[in-house]
């Protein structure tokens, strides 16, 4: 079987329709200034494969959003940020949560198959966790030059797709990172490369938790 098997830990006991109204869909704002609309509801998820449209079941009946329409969704603890991509948009899923966020995309091309690398990391990151997470996306990168992690800082609400190439990354990254005056310099002077990504994450998100 080819492809991305998602993991998912679902919540088991779905009683009434409040106990698993938790889960939404956030829409994009089609104005500059105008608030976001949160749908909630329960989020259907498919079993395998790429997610291309958001499924949710609501009090007021089953509606479904596509990629270019929102701005993520959230299905249980796990969360999917959408994001440019080659002229449309794509979802993500965020494996390293903090002020700056890291999501990775996995096109699904290339032939080789990678399992399970999709888990929601909370606030209590477990280092042996995102080690395996972030290898296997390096793997699906090897395997795909078409997947890609981003980067979301909640400072600015700003998107980045992480660039591969050396002089881009050292240029843009270490801007994302810039109030870090350490980090900012170990990343300009190409301390990093674009494999390191998660480090420089937990690096930046365990300073800003501590001071």
Do not use: W
Not at 27 to 34: A, E, H, I, T
Not at 68 to 94: C, H, I, M, Q
Not at 99 to 122: A, D, P, Q, R, T
Request: with cysteine.
């Amino acid at each position: 079987m080819r492809g991305v098997i998602l993991s998912f830990f679902l919540m088991s006991s779905f009683l009434t329709f409040g106990q698993y109204s938790k889960d939404c869909v956030i829409l994009r704002s089609r104005k500059k200034g105008v608030n976001q609309d949160t749908i909630f509801g329960r989020i259907v998820l498919p079993q395998k494969g790429r997610i291309s449209t958001v499924n949710i079941q609501t009090e007021k009946g089953f509606r479904r959003y596509q990629t270019y329409e929102t701005v993520g969704f959230k299905a249980s603890d796990l969360y999917f940020g959408s994001f440019k991509y080659n002229g449309g948009y794509v979802f993500a899923p965020r494996i390293i949560e903090g002020k700056v966020e890291l999501y990775f995309y996995y096109s699904g091309i290339g032939g080789k198959e990678i399992k399970n690398y999709y888990v929601f990391l909370s606030d209590d990151i477990k280092t042996g966790l995102i080690l395996t997470v972030v290898t296997n996306a390096v793997q699906a990168i090897a395997a795909s030059n078409t997947s890609c992690f981003y980067l979301f800082d909640r400072k600015t609400n700003m998107p980045l797709r992480v660039p591969r190439s050396m002089d881009r990354f050292a240029e843009e990254v270490a801007e994302v990172f810039k109030d870090d005056e350490d980090l900012y310099s170990r990343i300009k002077n190409a301390e990093f490369n674009p494999d390191r990504i998660a480090e420089i994450v937990q690096i930046y998100n365990k300073k800003s938790r501590d001071f």
